[in-house]
């Protein structure tokens, strides 16, 4: 069983990253959506366990403390992390690994896992964002001021990554990242070459 990808995707709050991977875990059963734990309190539609483990600070101190984090950041005022042990697992097992992360936590695992594909979500426009972000209405005056005013450094980070999908419309983003997982699984450094001469010379 080839082990899966890692692969990171992060974006402006609001660009689209849940609406995009929601339809893209849909139908692709090889991936496996890593939950993040976080201080933020739950949005209406949001479910403990599902969209996020929703913990207190002093539960994610704890869990730095025991390096349960594949890496964390806070971001937006509150704490972020990754839950270390199911990620190995679900790699391991074959399945491709999709981290929904801002862009400290992505340097991060660049660092520590060269071998990670970084994606970069892009809106259409600014404009676009931001009526995306307040359309959503999960944010108040100040929580919206927060995360726009965070959109430059994000975009300046955002070269850093491999691949930029523009979020126009969710159906192409899907398409472009399905395509991005298929080119990927092509590179020379992550197809097994040898195996594949030995049984061709045979
Ligand atoms: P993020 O997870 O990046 O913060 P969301 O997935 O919550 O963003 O999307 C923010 C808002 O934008 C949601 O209301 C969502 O329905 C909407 N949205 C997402 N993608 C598109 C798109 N391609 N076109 C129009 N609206 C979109
Ligand atoms: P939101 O509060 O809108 O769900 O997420 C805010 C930001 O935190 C987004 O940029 C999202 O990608 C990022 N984020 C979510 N989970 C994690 C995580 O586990 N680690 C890091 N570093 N960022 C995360």
Redesign the pocket.
């Known amino acids: 069983m080839p082990r899966g990808l890692l692969i990171v995707v992060s974006?402006p709050?609001?660009?689209?990253?849940?609406?995009?991977l929601n339809q893209l875990l849909a139908k692709k059963q090889d991936l496996f959506y890593s939950i993040s734990a976080t201080t933020r309190a739950p949005r209406n539609n949001e479910v403990d366990g599902v969209n996020y483990y929703f913990i207190t600070k002093e539960e994610f101190i704890a869990g730095i403390e025991n390096n349960r984090f594949l890496e964390w950041a806070e971001v937006y005022g509150q704490y972020y992390g990754t839950p270390r042990d199911k990620v190995e697992e679900k790699l391991n097992a074959g399945y491709h690994v999709v981290l929904d992360i801002d862009i400290q936590g992505a340097a991060k695992i660049r660092q520590n896992s060269p071998e990670a594909v970084l994606i970069f979500l892009l809106p259409p426009s600014i404009e676009e964002l931001k009526q995306?972000?307040v359309?959503?209405r999960t944010e108040n005056a100040e929580t919206l001021k927060k995360r726009l005013a965070y959109v430059h450094e994000e975009l300046a980070a955002a070269v850093n990554y491999d691949y930029f999908v523009v979020?126009?419309?969710?159906e192409s983003?899907c398409a472009k990242i399905e395509a991005i997982i298929i080119a990927e699984q092509c590179r020379r450094n992550r197809f097994d070459f040898t195996a594949f001469k030995r049984n061709f010379l045979l």
């Open positions: 974006g709050s609001g660009v689209g990253k849940n609406t995009v995306r972000l359309g959503r979020n126009d419309r969710v983003a």
